[in-house]
């Protein structure tokens, strides 16, 4: 069955900080792959996606890029800022058409 | 654009009791889905709905839970008999017709069974 394994966290970083955070995934097909974002005490955010091989999703100064040899759709952000912490969720999605979620990972930004 | 709301946000009850939440979907949006999301996980898939059918369950929905959508607009999930187990919070969301890859969360139910 499909599956999405992601870096645990916390993820403790300084503001401007360079951020990856690692996803893999196992899945029959070709799936769609996602980013989701749950920031405090708000519900789950789509933050970027991508629906093939080789697509780059990007939005908000994120991005993540489908790796279909390494299966991997790692995100990754050049410089945080306090705002992006949050909780980032990794999913897959296929013709099942719903979607398989990661564990989370938590983001912690200071300044 | 009001987004997905679900209600009640909050609701704690009893071992045994029943207990019922409600989702209003964003307008217009055919397909409606149910998550479920325990401490510190990823939420886990429950159901979904095209208009008013219900086109698939997982196998985490045990008897005891059943789902509605009778008019496919608002849909209902009722869970009987609520175990310790069922503590989690129950997420909704919608997509438009034609993009399932679009699904819009809403806040959630946090449900504590005692």
């Known amino acids: 069955g499909n599956s999405v394994t992601q870096m645990e966290g916390p993820v403790t970083l300084s503001e401007e900080a360079f951020l990856t955070i690692n996803c893999t995934y196992t899945?029959?097909?070709?799936?769609?792959l996602f980013w989701y974002v749950q920031y405090p005490g708000e519900g789950l955010q789509l933050l970027l996606k991508?629906?093939?091989?080789?697509d780059k999703g990007s939005n908000k100064g994120f991005e993540a890029t489908y790796r279909k040899e390494t299966t991997s759709f790692h995100l990754e952000k050049g410089s945080v800022q306090v705002s992006d912490s949050a909780v980032y969720f990794c999913?897959?999605?296929?013709?099942?058409?719903?979607?398989?979620f990661g564990g989370g990972t938590r983001l912690m930004v200071k300044p | 654009d009001t987004g997905v709301s679900q209600d009640p946000r909050h609701k704690i009850t009893k071992r045994g009791q029943n207990v019922t939440f409600r989702c209003d979907p964003i307008?217009?949006?055919?397909?409606l889905y149910w998550y479920r999301q325990t401490l510190g996980q990823g939420p886990e898939f429950l159901t979904y709905?095209?208009?008013?059918?219900?086109?698939?369950k997982s196998r985490l929905l045990s008897d005891r839970f059943s789902a509605e959508r009778p008019k496919g607009s608002f849909s209902t999930l009722e869970i009987q008999r609520t175990e310790q187990g069922d503590s989690a919070m129950y997420l909704c969301?919608?997509?438009?017709?034609?993009?399932?890859?679009?699904?819009?969360f809403g806040p959630g139910t946090r449900l504590t069974v005692l």
């Open positions: 709905f095209q208009n008013e059918a219900q086109l698939e």
């Open positions: 969301a919608s997509s438009p017709a034609g993009r399932w890859d679009e699904q819009f």
């Open positions: 999913a897959l999605g296929d013709a099942g058409n719903m979607l398989t």
């Open positions: 307008s217009e949006h055919n397909r």
């Open positions: 899945a029959t097909g070709y799936p769609s």
């Open positions: 991508a629906t093939k091989a080789d």
